[in-house]
């Protein structure tokens, strides 16, 4: 399944509907990224056939992403990138150190990095560059001229200016909108399609009046030609490229891995990096916008019945097809009608009910809220390392405040926290205790006072158990401090054994070779055993 060798019925029929799909999405996402009509196209034809000939997820469908677009802008801004032939070499400059970034995590086998950015953080960090790219195409439906970049500052420059818009643009985009939410509903109907060609019929008319078109689409391939960053500003460049890596790989591998999940199949990750890095080294030597698994495109290749890769050539094909005999047409698509479709694409990550579970759950509230507030106030690269920061310094937040659990037994052989069972029974001259974070250097010492603590509150203490089964390792400061507390016990004639420990963490504890705690100490596979 996962091989092409010849492109079935089914797979010609995907990429064929797929095509009417992708080509506006890459047209109106080239704008999103403050790049030409044709850098979308070359990074569509560079996503579908890289994936398709080394990727190996049968429905993923590699192009621009609306995410990738606006970061991809707001990156090319702050490197200092402002006319028009600059951003291009900034362009491929900036999407080849993205392909290399992805070669790399690849050839080092890091396809679980995405797991980095939780997903509280994604809902919000979506949510909130869904809200971002929604105010940032506003100007082109209404066809006014800003300059504000800031989002805060940009939405109040459209609000200012209300007189600026354009009656007509307006009209267009509210039309374009609203008839695409509304054709999404019919089934079977391509509404993208009819938007489309509608816009196109009506394009004579509407330029008459004022409502700017797309323009010309130039799909002459150019030299690789890069520029490098004022002032030797290296750093800022691979600290951007990193990111883009890390948005792209996020929604690219939540993509695979749904449709994965939903047909039983495998995910391959750091072949997927692979297929990923060489998409966009190709896309950028060509002055091609950065490429990832959208889910968008993804899900109406599976939803059209897609079997294979093969798919993916097929649209690449049909597109191809699409821009030698149509591309006069294609070039006279209204902007607002892309900005309309950037709109739409993006409407499905704005979306509140994604919060709910969170409040029901009542977990990763406030990390998700962050998440859209960073983005708002700090922009897209900055807010997205500002919300895998704050959702890291929660985590170290919650495992720094240890919990210890005094454990009784339950019946023959069962120890239970007598906190939730109170009619466990503690045997008299022995405490079990059991940590319930893993131990590290964060919340060993505040664990082991209150461990201590424990025993002087006990009277006639003659055995501690230690249940670590809940700590797969132990680092310098753990290590440290089971040893201290050992010998604070041994110091009043009180024996401790250590139960149900981990393979690491038993070799930590008989390289340090503590004198309280003997290996006899160390193996004991159930607290029963101890006691």
Known sequence: MNKIRAINPADALAGLSLAGLLLPEAVAYSG???LPPQAGVIGLFAGLICYALIGRS???IVTATSSSAAVFAAATA??????????LAFASLLVCATGIAFLLAGCVRLGAMSNLIARPVLRGFSFGLALVIAVKQWPHIVGMHVHSTDFLALLAEILRNVGAWQPASLVVGVCALLALFALERVR???GLM????AGIAAAPWLSSRGVLLTGPIHLALALPAFAVPAGGRWLPLVEFALALMFILYAESYSAIRTFALKHNGSVQQNRDLIALGVANLVSGAFQGTPVGAGYSGTSANEAAGARTRAAGLCAAATVLALLLLFLPWIERIPAPVLAAIVIHAVSKSLRVAVFRPYFRWQRDRLVTLTAVAAVILFGMLDGLLAAIAFSLAMLLHSLSSPRLSVLGRMGTHDFVSVQ????????????VLRPEEPMFFANAEPLFAMARHRVLQQTEVRLVVLSLEESPDLDGTALECLGEFAAWLAARKIEMRVARLKEASRDALMRAHFPALPAAALDYSSVDDAV
């Open 58 to 60: 049968p429905y993923a």
């Open 32 to 34: 999103l990224a403050n």
């Open 78 to 87: 702050v490197l200092g990138a402002d006319a028009a032939g600059q951003r």
């Open 194 to 197: 009819v938007v489309i060609v």
């Open 188 to 190: 079977h109907l391509p």
């Open 420 to 431: 939730r069972f109170p009619e466990a029974a503690c045997t008299p001259g022995i405490l």
